[in-house]
């Protein structure tokens, strides 16, 4: 639909109000009543682009071409405006972390009464999520 538009536009300068294609290349519906050898292609491009190569039912294969171009098109635009979304709100996030401690919002933590990790916390966190007093000592001997 895209091509035979930007075709229909530029059929001048392209040469293709002169051009013809043969009537056997097309279907056998297709102007049955004006069949004369051969069909001009800007008037098979103009078919082609309103659906109306299709015959009846080409009108409607048109609308369902739009529609989905339509839909694609917004849902594009949606799924862009989600990711600028998240990485704002990540932006957000890392400046916020680098920021010193003084500068920093208060943020409610769950921890032992150690203030630090729950016993039974995964090994697997990293070593900023752990207090000085939870990591591993290197003896210096």
């Known amino acids: 639909m895209a091509l035979s538009g930007v075709l229909m536009n530029h059929q001048e300068s392209l040469g293709l109000l002169d051009a013809e294609i043969s009537d056997r290349y097309l279907p056998d ?44 098109l917004a849902s594009g635009v949606a799924s862009h405006r989600i990711k600028k979304r998240v990485q704002t709100a990540n932006l957000k996030e890392a400046v916020r972390a680098a920021a010193p401690p003084e500068r920093q919002a208060p943020v409610e933590r769950i921890s032992s009464v150690a203030g630090g990790l729950p016993d039974d916390a995964p090994e697997s966190l990293s070593r900023a999520h752990r207090l000085p007093s939870e990591l591993p000592t290197i003896d210096s001997r």
């Open 29 to 72: 519906y297709y102007r049955a009543d004006a069949r004369t050898g051969a069909t001009r292609l800007n008037i098979l491009l103009t078919d082609l682009h309103s659906g109306r190569i299709l015959g009846s039912r080409g009108n409607l294969v048109s609308d369902l071409i739009a529609l989905l171009l339509v839909v694609s």
